[in-house]
């Protein structure tokens, strides 16, 4: 069993929902993130959400997308994501990582070292699934074999246009979990209408039998509260990315760490 699949049974046993951080890895300073990721983990987080910056991030909102142009021009790249993963897993083997980007530095990592090369390499370092925005399912079963293979999960974006061909052909080749987009946009933008989740999710889970993450508008407690009594995990990503991006260095962790003891208690309550 994996990592990210032991962490989600022993949340549902336990009547619990899975809280999902993303942060975009070397943002705000390049060598704060393995911090910024033990903060979290103590703070309540269940599932590390790490994105792998690139320059032309087509699902991302501005807040993101500006936090990964700072991340690549402080020289931050696919093989410094990898090596922060393995500076986390030195004090961290349980909790599940999971690079979130785009096919662009995925295929530039395996033209670069060989055929076959991410996979191995990024569970090496201790990843234990990855969400390519970019990649249809019918388009990336020999992908998704060869993260198979090296033990990875690959997790796919379901979102509110989503067809029942589109959950069947994701329901294939996903492992690990789903993230559902729960708004037409990017990330951080517009208004999270629940009860339009709490119609979607029953369709989905007609087709997608693992467990199902809901992101893209949770802000606060309050939302992410409504959003964990229907969904198995909650993603949060934006409000972070701007909680720490005006911190010191020293304040980053503690910043995304209060925000996320309020979040937890809020899906545990």
Do not use: W
């Amino acid at each position: 069993m994996s990592r990210i699949a032991a962490t989600f049974a022993r949340l549902a046993s336990a009547g619990r929902k899975a809280l999902i951080p993303y942060v975009t890895a070397g943002f705000p300073y390049p060598d704060v993130t393995p911090q910024l990721m033990h903060a979290m983990v103590e703070a309540g987080a269940d599932v590390i959400e790490l994105g792998v910056p690139f320059s032309d991030p087509m699902a991302d909102g501005p807040v993101i997308q500006k936090a990964g142009e700072k991340a690549l021009a402080g020289g931050v790249g696919l093989a410094q994501v990898l090596a922060m993963v393995r500076s986390f897993r030195e004090r961290d083997s349980r909790t599940p990582v999971v690079l979130m980007g785009y096919a662009n530095p995925v295929e530039r990592y395996d033209l670069t070292h060989g055929a076959g090369a991410f996979a191995r390499d990024a569970a090496a370092a201790g990843v234990d699934g990855v969400l390519v925005v970019d990649y249809p399912p019918e388009e990336c079963e020999a992908f998704a074999a060869d993260l198979r293979a090296a033990g990875l999960d690959l997790i796919f974006l379901l979102a509110p246009t989503s067809t029942p061909r589109r959950m069947q052909q994701v329901a294939r080749v996903a492992s690990g979990y789903v993230y559902y987009v729960s708004l037409k946009g990017v990330t951080g933008a517009g208004h999270l209408d629940t009860s339009a989740v709490e119609q979607m999710l029953p369709r989905i889970r007609e087709h997608v039998r693992i467990p199902v993450g809901v992101g893209f508008g949770i802000r606060d407690a309050a939302s992410a509260r409504a959003v964990g009594r229907v969904a198995d995990a909650v993603v949060i990503g934006t409000r972070i990315i701007q909680l720490i991006e005006d911190q010191p260095r020293e304040r980053v962790g503690p910043a995304a760490a209060a925000f996320l003891r309020e979040i937890r208690q809020a899906l545990d309550s």
